[in-house]
């Protein structure tokens, strides 16, 4: 049996338009990096960091407009520990208790983080991550979460829990 329809017929409207913009580049360094001044005017954020490597062997965080967001959950699962972030006020892009291996430059995260621009609703986000742990062994994750927070997200911010940043580099996207 064939296609009546060709595959394009097939594709809801709603998935027919839509565009990623890269709004920023930023290198990773020091204690912690943040954005600012996030562009409003996309539905949602799509978060790369690719490359990080951190000093010391520690989990690697991001924090919401520069502070720790409260009503905060979040939990994934990984191929060698089980993660639950549900009582953080962060967000632990290596999963609960797992840290970096120190001065490897394998890590990379991505994180999707749905309406960040709206005042009226939380946000909802959902990513997943490839990097080497404090053992040497890899951590495959995937994870999500969300807030009851209906700020909008204008900055995001970045760190380590020991050590510093000694590289990497963030890409944000706007998605529409």
């Known amino acids: 049996m064939g296609l ?23 290198t990773l360094s020091g204690s912690s990096t943040t954005i600012s001044g996030i562009n409003q005017t996309y539905q949602d954020l799509l978060i790369i960091v690719d490359s990080v490597s951190c000093t010391d062997a520690s989990n690697f965080r991001l924090d919401i407009n520069g502070a720790q967001v409260n009503a905060l959950g979040s939990s994934g699962t990984s191929n060698s520990t089980g993660m639950n972030m549900a009582t953080n006020n962060f967000i632990r892009l290596t ?11 394998t890590n990379v995260f991505s994180l999707r ?9 939380g946000k909802t986000w959902f990513g997943n991550g490839y990097f080497f742990n404090a053992s040497d062994a890899y951590e495959a994750l995937n994870y999500g979460g969300g807030t009851a927070v209906d700020t909008a997200i204008t900055s995001l911010k970045f760190y380590p829990t020991a050590g510093t940043m000694s590289a990497g ?5 706007g998605v529409k």
């Open 4 to 26: 009546s329809q060709t595959p394009q017929a097939l594709v809801p409207a709603a998935f027919t338009s839509g565009s990623m913009t890269l709004l920023s580049t930023t």
């Open 113 to 121: 983080i749905q309406n960040y621009a709206t005042s009226t609703t």
């Open 169 to 173: 580099t963030v890409f944000i996207y």
């Open 95 to 105: 999963g609960n208790q797992v840290n970096l291996r120190a001065a490897d430059t």
